[in-house]
């Protein structure tokens, strides 16, 4: 099951906001009885995904469950951290790195909830958090139907404080349906519109050699924008999903493509994941405090763990070890004071990141070396008449999904509200904007879902 179908939008998530509604009437607001319910629909939710991984999603939760308990029982003993971690993480490699040698179905979710727990049993080590008794709770952290299958990779100590104590209010549910909505609409109207050019122009097939030059870099933009709005359209439906149950998510992403330089642009992009990385392998390996050599070795060991992280054949490792050099590039540069023109330095990072998806693309060689000879210029020919006439079909919702990368619209909305509070206007006016929004946005959604195929969220196959 899948944000982006009908069985969840009209029956799936209706009958557990219904649920829901009528435990929290009947109980007084309990929130013992509420966490049993998200629990029983997350467990449901997943296993639309199949027995066999609700099974390792147990065998994972159980380790991590007995392993945070004996770190805290032990008072801290690295021995006990250790195989935790090492256990977690032989789970991961053999689902998802056994790729490398034989084909191997993934679990879904499986990247992101091993994080989740690698995250728990690390921060019970360093005394961020306690250790859960109740095996119930901490398996609702992890299969949790909000962000168990892509994130954002959420940390017990937040999820907990919501387990503990939340209140599901109007205005939480309100913004909950707005911000889902919003992500239902740039999912299915302009993600999988962007994956279907990105798919003509750019082919996994033996027709990518026929493309011509200005079809590849139109192909990448395309793809570009595909990657960014389907996954960031999947974060504004974990944190919908969230605020309705009275939990507040954090954010994975920040308008990246706005970024002026590769540093920046990944303190944007897909945040949760880069905090992990941060927090619990470059600091630990001492960061930047161990001298300038130390410090690259730390960037090319979180690099490349990025981009195997991402999957199992060698354009990851390659991709990893690009983004590697263009930030040592960046920190190079900024010690030297040296900056760019804001415009050019927008331009640099634009290219940067749509050569980046390119080589995220292709898994296979021989297609990867086609893509990038034609990138730079070594393709047949330059331009064709399928490449205008792709281009003319799809030049207005190409703008919308440009626009819909930057904070236009939020700016729009922030100052529409703005101009309600000073005005001192009713505040029912900016709720029955959202709700009319609200309704617009889920009503185009599903036509769309109706009338076209099923196309999965990106991040499920990481």
């Avoid at 319910?37 to 066999?52: K, N, T």
């Avoid at 763990?305 to 050099?325: D, E, P």
Wanted: aromatic share 18%.
């Amino acid at each position: 099951m899948s944000f982006s179908t009908l069985i969840f939008t009209v029956c799936f998530l209706p009958i557990f906001l219904i649920v829901n509604q009528v435990v929290l009437t009947r109980t007084d607001s309990n929130v013992r009885y509420q966490n049993r319910v998200l629990l029983i629909f997350s467990l449901i939710f997943y296993l639309f995904a199949g027995i066999g991984g609700l099974l390792v999603l147990f065998l994972c939760t159980l380790i991590a469950w007995i392993g945070g308990r004996q770190i805290q029982k032990t008072e801290g003993s690295p021995l006990m951290l250790w195989t935790t971690i090492g256990m977690l993480v032989a789970v991961l490699a053999f689902f998802k790195y056994a790729g490398f040698f034989m084909t191997v179905a993934m679990p879904l979710g499986l990247s992101f909830y091993i994080f989740k727990l690698i995250s728990y049993v690390a921060d019970v080590y360093t005394g961020k958090c306690d250790a859960e008794d109740d095996v119930r709770d901490f398996l609702l952290y992890v299969v949790c139907f909000h962000h168990v299958s892509q994130g954002p990779i959420v940390r017990y100590g937040d999820m907990k404080a919501g387990m503990v104590r939340r209140k599901i209010s109007t205005a939480n549910m309100a913004a909950g349906i707005y911000r889902f909505s919003l992500g239902l609409a740039k999912k299915v109207i302009l993600a999988d519109q962007m994956g279907k050019v990105a798919d003509t122009l750019l082919p996994m097939s033996e027709d990518l050699a026929k493309m011509p030059t200005l079809g590849i870099w139109i192909g990448s933009i395309f793809f570009s924008l595909q990657m960014y709005l389907d996954f960031s359209a999947y974060t504004d439906m974990a944190i919908g999903l969230g605020q309705m149950a009275g939990f507040i998510y954090p954010e994975n992403f920040d308008y990246p493509y706005c970024a002026d330089s590769i540093k920046v642009f990944w303190r944007k992009w897909h945040m949760t994941l880069s905090f992990f990385f941060r927090d619990y392998v470059y600091i630990p390996l001492g960061g930047s405090r161990k001298g300038s050599a130390r410090t690259k070795v730390n960037l090319l060991i979180v690099w490349l763990l990025t981009g195997v992280w991402h999957g199992a054949t060698w354009n990851f490792v390659i991709w990893g070890f690009y983004y590697f050099v263009f930030i040592s590039l960046d920190n190079a540069l900024s010690k030297r004071e040296i900056r760019m023109p804001k415009v050019l330095a927008h331009i640099y990072v634009v290219f940067v990141f749509n050569l980046g998806w390119l080589i995220f693309r292709f898994t296979d060689f021989s297609q990867l070396g086609t893509a990038l000879k034609g990138f730079f210029g070594f393709g047949e020919g330059f331009s064709s008449q399928v490449i205008t006439v792709t281009l003319q079909n799809n030049i207005f919702i190409f703008i919308i999904a440009i626009l819909a990368c930057t904070p236009l619209f939020r700016n729009i909305r922030k100052a529409f509200e703005g101009v309600v509070k000073s005005r001192e206007m009713s505040a029912g006016l900016v709720y029955g904007w959202k709700t009319v929004i609200s309704l617009l946005a889920l009503i185009l959604g599903v036509i769309f879902m109706a009338g076209s195929g099923y196309q999965p969220f990106l991040y499920n196959n990481f």
